[in-house]
C-alpha cells in the first residue's frame, strides 16, 4: 500500500522552529519528488517546497525561501521540512505529497502527485 505519513506539526512561538517529517512506504523513493503544501481553510493550497530524492534539487517560494529547509533521507524513504523563524502567518495545515519524477523545480506543483499525507497542524501564535 502506497503511503506517506507525516509528524512533526504542532504549536510554536512566533520566531520558533518546527521540523516535519514525510515517512513514506510502499514505493520506490528513490526516483521521486516530494512536493511540501500548505493550506488554510477558505483558501487556496500553497505549493511551498519540493525537494528531488534523486538529485537532492530543491525548490522553495518566495514566502518561506530562507527560513524553509527540505531535505530527504532515501535510506529511510523520509522527507523533512525544517521550518525556522516561523510566522504567525504561516498557520495552516501542511501535506507533504509524491510524484514521481527526477527533479525539483518552479513548476513542482504542476506534477503528478499521486499520493498525499494526512497532513500535520501547524500553529504559530503572535
Known amino acids: 500500500e502506497v503511503q506517506l505519513v507525516e509528524s512533526g506539526g504542532g504549536l510554536v512561538q512566533a520566531g520558533g522552529s518546527l521540523r516535519l517529517s514525510c515517512a513514506a512506504s510502499?514505493?520506490?523513493?528513490?526516483?521521486?519528488?516530494i512536493g511540501w503544501f500548505r493550506q488554510v481553510p477558505g483558501k487556496e493550497r500553497e505549493g511551498i517546497s519540493c525537494i528531488s530524492s534523486s538529485d537532492g534539487s530543491t525548490y522553495y517560494t518566495d514566502s518561506v525561501k530562507g527560513r524553509f529547509t527540505a531535505s530527504s533521507d532515501n535510506a529511510k524513504s523520509t522527507a523533512y521540512l525544517q521550518m525556522n523563524s516561523l510566522k504567525p502567518e504561516d498557520t495552516a495545515i501542511y501535506h507533504c505529497a509524491a510524484a514521481s519524477a527526477a527533479y525539483c523545480s518552479s513548476s513542482f506543483t504542476f506534477l503528478q502527485y499521486d499520493s498525499w499525507g494526512q497532513g500535520t497542524q501547524v500553529t504559530v501564535s503572535s
Open positions: 510502499g514505493f520506490t523513493f528513490d526516483y521521486t519528488v
